[in-house]
C-alpha cells in the first residue's frame, strides 16, 4: 500500500516563511500529479497547488507569487515552500496525490493526514 506524510507545519509570524514536504513511501510504479490542498476553521477544503511528473504546475490566485511548489521525483517527495506568509494563510494543509502501486499502473488517488500551519499577526 502507499502512505503519504507530511511534514513542515508549524507557527509562524505574518511575513515569515515554511517549507512544507509529503513523502509519497510504499510500493509505487508510478507517482503521478502532485499537489497541495489546505482547509481553514468553517471553510470548505481548497486547491492551492498542483505540480506534474514533468514540472508543470499551477496556483490558486491568492499565494501566486508567495508559494512554489516543486517534486524530486528520485524521492517521491513534493514541497510546498511558503513565503510571506499571511493570517489568511492559517490552515491544515493537506498533500494529495495520484498513485500506481501495481503493475497495471492504474492510478489511484490518495491523501496525507495533514499538517497545521499557523500564521499570527
Known amino acids: 500500500q502507499v502512505q503519504l506524510t507530511e511534514s513542515g507545519g508549524g507557527l509562524v509570524q505574518a511575513g515569515g516563511s515554511l517549507r512544507l514536504s509529503c513523502l509519497a513511501s510504499?510500493?509505487?510504479?508510478?507517482?503521478?500529479?502532485m499537489n497541495w490542498h489546505r482547509q481553514a476553521p468553517g471553510k470548505q477544503r481548497e486547491l492551492v497547488a498542483y505540480?506534474?511528473?514533468?514540472?508543470?504546475?499551477d496556483y490558486t490566485d491568492s499565494v501566486t507569487g508567495r508559494f512554489t511548489i516543486s517534486r524530486d521525483n528520485a524521492k517521491n517527495t513534493v514541497y510546498l515552500q511558503m513565503n510571506s506568509l499571511e493570517p489568511d494563510d492559517t490552515a491544515v494543509y493537506y498533500c494529495?496525490?495520484?498513485?500506481?502501486?501495481?503493475?497495471?499502473?492504474?492510478?489511484?488517488?490518495?491523501w496525507g493526514q495533514g499538517t497545521q500551519v499557523t500564521v499570527s499577526s
Open positions: 505540480i506534474t511528473p514533468d514540472g508543470s504546475t
Open positions: 510504499g510500493t509505487i510504479f508510478k507517482l503521478d500529479i
Open positions: 494529495n496525490a495520484d498513485i500506481a502501486y501495481t503493475i497495471d499502473m492504474r492510478l489511484r488517488n490518495y
